[in-house]
């Protein structure tokens, strides 16, 4: 039976009925609705989901193809995701971001889960309302991206770390003595699945932050229990197999893969994703928005207490490594991205759940007052976006909903701040002060349909460009682009299904040349004429004109519009 913390009181059955529905809610908005709000983002997406759809029409689940050749940046549990939903919902954004969706939930439940387990059932609550309505849990959840799901299975495996070293029960319950066979096994088959997902950095991060939890609580020999021959057997059972079968079919895939996409991306600039040591510590907080305010005063008291106390709980020190190792690891990289630091935001959730919850029922004046200001912060912010918007709305020819549509966001995360704020003050987080710190959320999340557009005067994703293309008649096999972004690019590619090439002035195509500026003479150079009249995309901004080699023409400038 767990312990109940001081100060919290169990909740009576229709209490219970009454968190279970606002919590199922919440999971269900945050994680599942407006998955295809928008068409695919940067250049990730649209690769990852084509590779998945060749996958789904192919049959073939071993070699990751990328317009038809092999292609070995990440492994293969999202595709493999991604192509079953595909194949049971049809190829669409949402079934796309299914499986990150889906990893994010049960990434969640194992955590609350767990919380419930070892710090009580309000910890519990105020995690299941925090993570999953946190900037960064939203965000990677609707991508269809590796990041999720990798981030997801590690969760699930250290959930499993927890339970085989008997830190389940409560803070002060002993390591258990028998060996806990399915939790052994699980930890093995999770792993393998971040193996699957990402590659060998799960076995890194889970076995840094062990190797940390044993040197704080000198419990080498629980330690070297996780490599139980039922977990090893399992994690081979589990990730072996594919990269096996993967490396038979493919020779040079382990020097692409381990060498190039693992070793240089980590020990080297080669992939110019270059940025200072302090990137994490600025991406946590944008990734705990609107929470962040929360975080840094649960980090300030944490570590207060941590220097008061003798000897923090193993099941803290867990966390911490956990969190802290992760953090550690991608900091020293030389390469970082955002997402790479995903696998530690469920560990520092947990952390601020059990702060928030102790110093709600302490009453923390501390507590309270940082979230009111943040509220305010972010009320004054939403005055001065909607101030702003307004006067951008002014000029024709800027685009005044950006800030209004920040500044609408901004005032939900100060409603939001302020409950929390209000439950601290109380000295306990009651059902309508929870209802009223995520229905803001919420709203903002169920508004994304009609904000999104509206934000965006101009799609970035490329999927209203290739319908637009597609509308005129225009043959995508003959099209050629100049002057757009990357990320756009790979997403014409994808809603095209064509790999659209760049333009060659050394080599000029006979065909369509798509630009974003009217300015085809200038790209052209003295390779290829263009038609006089190009084909204005309107809902795009993009022209569409004819281009054909001058040896090819008999020196004439003729050309049709394409129909």
């Given at each position: 039976m767990t312990l109940q913390p001081p100060g919290e009181t169990s909740a009576t059955p229709a209490q219970r009925i009454g968190w279970a529905i606002l919590i199922l809610i919440t999971l269900y908005i945050c994680y599942f609705t407006q998955l295809g709000v928008i068409g695919f983002v940067g250049p990730d997406e649209p690769r990852y989901s084509w590779?998945?759809?060749?996958?789904?029409?192919?049959?073939?689940?071993?070699?990751?193809?990328?317009?038809?050749?092999?292609?070995?940046?990440?492994?293969?549990?999202?595709?493999?995701?991604?192509?079953?939903?595909?194949?049971?919902?049809?190829?669409?954004?949402?079934?796309?971001?299914?499986?990150?969706?889906?990893?994010?939930?049960?990434?969640?439940?194992?955590?609350?889960?767990?919380?419930?387990?070892?710090?009580?059932?309000?910890?519990?609550?105020?995690?299941?309302?925090?993570?999953?309505?946190?900037?960064?849990?939203?965000?990677?959840?609707?991508?269809?991206?590796?990041?999720?799901?990798?981030?997801?299975?590690?969760?699930?495996?250290?959930?499993?770390?927890?339970?085989a070293l008997g830190l389940t029960q409560s803070e002060d319950t002993p390591i258990l003595p028998r060996t806990p066979w399915m939790a052994l096994i699980l930890f093995g088959f999770f792993l393998g699945l971040a193996v699957l997902a990402k590659g060998p950095a799960a076995i890194i991060l889970?076995?840094?932050?062990?190797?940390?939890?044993?040197?704080?609580?000198?419990?080498?020999?629980?330690?070297?229990?996780?490599?139980?021959?039922?977990?090893?057997?399992?994690?081979?059972?589990?990730?072996?197999?594919?990269?096996?079968?993967?490396?038979?079919?493919?020779?040079?895939?382990?020097?692409?893969?381990?060498?190039?996409?693992?070793?240089?991306?980590?020990?080297?600039?080669?992939?110019?994703?270059?940025?200072?040591?302090?990137?994490?510590?600025?991406?946590?907080?944008?990734?705990?928005?609107?929470?962040?305010?929360?975080?840094?005063?649960?980090?300030?008291?944490?570590?207060q207490r941590i220097r008061r106390s003798t000897q923090p709980a193993p099941i803290t020190y867990l966390l911490l490594c956990w969190s802290v190792f992760c953090l550690l690891f991608f900091t020293i990289s030389k390469s970082k991205l955002p997402g790479y630091i995903l696998p530690a935001v469920p560990a520092i959730g947990v952390l601020l759940a059990r702060v928030v919850q102790i110093g709600a029922n302490a009453k923390s004046r501390l507590a309270g007052y940082v979230s009111f200001s943040a509220a305010v912060i972010f009320a004054v912010a939403a005055g001065a976006a909607l101030v702003a918007g307004?006067?951008?709305?002014?000029?024709?020819?800027?685009?005044?909903?950006?800030?209004?549509?920040?500044?609408?966001?901004?005032?939900?995360?100060?409603?939001?701040?302020?409950?929390?704020?209000?439950?601290?003050?109380?000295?306990?987080?009651?059902l309508y002060t929870a209802a009223g710190m995520v229905l803001p959320l919420l709203i903002a999340m169920l508004s994304m349909g009609r904000l999104m557009p509206r934000v965006f005067s101009l799609d970035p994703s490329g999927k209203i460009l290739a319908q637009e293309i597609l509308s005129t008649g225009t043959p995508a096999s003959q099209i050629s682009v100049q002057g757009i972004n990357r990320g756009?690019?790979?997403?014409?590619?994808?809603?095209?299904?064509?790999?659209?090439?760049?333009?060659?002035?050394?080599?000029?195509?006979?065909?369509?040349?798509?630009?974003?500026?009217?300015?085809?003479?200038?790209?052209?150079?003295?390779?290829?004429?263009?038609?006089?009249?190009?084909?204005?995309?309107?809902?795009?901004?993009?022209?569409?004109?004819?281009?054909?080699?001058?040896?090819?023409?008999?020196?004439t400038a003729g050309g049709r519009k394409p129909q």
């Open positions: 590779i998945a759809r060749a996958m789904a029409e192919t049959g073939d689940w071993v070699t990751p193809k990328l317009y038809g050749k092999p292609w070995f940046e990440k492994p293969v549990l999202y595709y493999w995701g991604a192509a079953l939903s595909f194949r049971w919902f049809g190829v669409s954004e949402a079934a796309a971001r299914l499986p990150s969706a889906i990893s994010a939930l049960l990434a969640t439940l194992a955590l609350a889960w767990w919380a419930w387990r070892t710090y009580g059932e309000e910890c519990a609550r105020w995690l299941l309302l925090l993570l999953p309505t946190s900037v960064g849990m939203i965000g990677f959840s609707h991508a269809a991206t590796t990041d999720m799901p990798f981030a997801g299975m590690l969760t699930m495996a250290m959930v499993c770390i927890a339970v889970s076995g840094g932050a062990i190797c940390f939890w044993a040197v704080f609580t000198k419990r080498w020999r629980e330690a070297f229990r996780l490599l139980h021959p039922a977990a090893i057997s399992s994690f081979c059972l589990t990730a072996l197999p594919w990269y096996v079968l993967c490396a038979r079919r493919n020779p040079d895939f382990f020097r692409i893969f381990i060498i190039e996409h693992n070793f240089k991306r980590y020990l080297t600039p080669e992939f110019q994703h270059v940025q200072p040591f302090w990137f994490y510590g600025v991406v946590v907080l944008i990734t705990f928005l609107p929470w962040s305010a929360a975080l840094l005063s649960a980090t300030y008291w944490g570590i307004a006067k951008l709305m002014r000029h024709s020819h800027i685009n005044g909903n950006i800030a209004a549509g920040a500044a609408f966001v901004l005032f939900l995360f100060a409603a939001g701040n302020f409950f929390v704020a209000l439950a601290a003050f109380r000295g306990r987080m009651q756009m690019h790979y997403g014409l590619n994808f809603y095209l299904k064509q790999e659209i090439p760049e333009w060659d002035s050394a080599r000029p195509r006979d065909g369509y040349l798509l630009l974003g500026a009217k300015s085809c003479d200038a790209v052209a150079d003295d390779s290829a004429r263009c038609e006089a009249r190009p084909v204005y995309l309107e809902r795009s901004q993009r022209f569409l004109y004819r281009v054909r080699p001058n040896d090819s023409l008999g020196g």
